[in-house]
């Protein structure tokens, strides 16, 4: 490999990389110590820790799943979560 697609190779990788730690999101083990983070927002539950999908207050799997945790709301949208699918209102 020339070191010109070096160079490229190991600058996307950073890049990448950058982005990923970039969404990163503070989860908490407890529904109150998120909502103390957050106090003006909704907590949500996350699926599995850093899984980028999330449970709605109410919805059967919040506070459920084995490797979640507790988040903002608001946080976790900013950095690309979405809601679980089956938790939508239809």
């Known amino acids: 490999m020339t070191v010109p697609k070096l160079l490229l190779v ?16 503070r989860e908490f083990d407890s529904e109150a110590a998120a909502q103390k983070h957050c106090p003006k927002d909704d907590v949500v539950w996350s699926n599995v820790k850093g899984g980028g999908i999330f449970h709605i207050k109410g919805s ?6 084995s490797d979640g945790g507790y ?5 976790a949208e900013a950095v690309g979560w979405r809601e679980f699918d089956g938790d939508k209102q239809h």
Do not use: I, N, S
């Open 60 to 65: 059967k799997l919040y506070g459920r799943t």
């Open 10 to 25: 190991v600058g996307t990788f950073l890049l990448l990389a950058g982005a990923a730690e970039a969404r990163e999101l």
């Open 71 to 75: 988040t903002c709301r608001k946080e």
